[in-house]
């Protein structure tokens, strides 16, 4: 599975960005997707996933009542909706996938997902 991220830019603080995640290759309606995000100078971080099914999951911080991850597997494609922006938003966003049976929970951990994109940069300035 390839997988190519976009919509990233340049924003104010408050103002909202939609990236997308576009796969070719394999079957996209089989894996479950994620997207992490690294900030300069810090640690990848665990922002969302969406399973087959569209069971969701969030980062237990500020994210999770400002970002919405959803899917359209006809498309083959996914979506992180960003809302209420803030500089500490800042960073280079990936989508991720990994192949997965229905009885498997969506995992945080970027060492579980096989595949990954090239980065989308997001600078949100105050």
């Known amino acids: 599975v390839q997988l190519q991220a976009s919509g990233g830019g340049f924003v104010q603080a408050g103002d909202s960005l939609r990236l997308s995640c576009v796969a070719s290759?394999?079957?996209?309606?089989?894996?479950?997707m994620a997207w992490f995000r690294q900030a300069p100078g810090k640690e990848r971080e665990f922002v969302a996933a969406i399973n087959r099914n569209g069971e969701v999951r969030y980062a237990e911080n500020s994210v999770k009542a400002r970002f919405t991850i959803s899917r359209d597997n006809a498309k083959k494609t996914a979506y992180l909706q960003m809302n209420d922006l803030d500089p500490e938003d800042t960073a280079v966003y990936y989508c991720?996938?990994?192949?997965?049976?229905?009885?498997?929970?969506?995992?945080?951990?970027?060492?579980?997902?096989?595949?990954w994109g090239q980065g989308t940069q997001v600078t949100v300035s105050s």
């Open positions: 290759g394999g079957t996209f309606s089989r894996n479950a």
């Open positions: 991720a996938a990994r192949p997965v049976i229905l009885t498997v929970a969506l995992s945080s951990a970027a060492q579980d997902y096989h595949y």
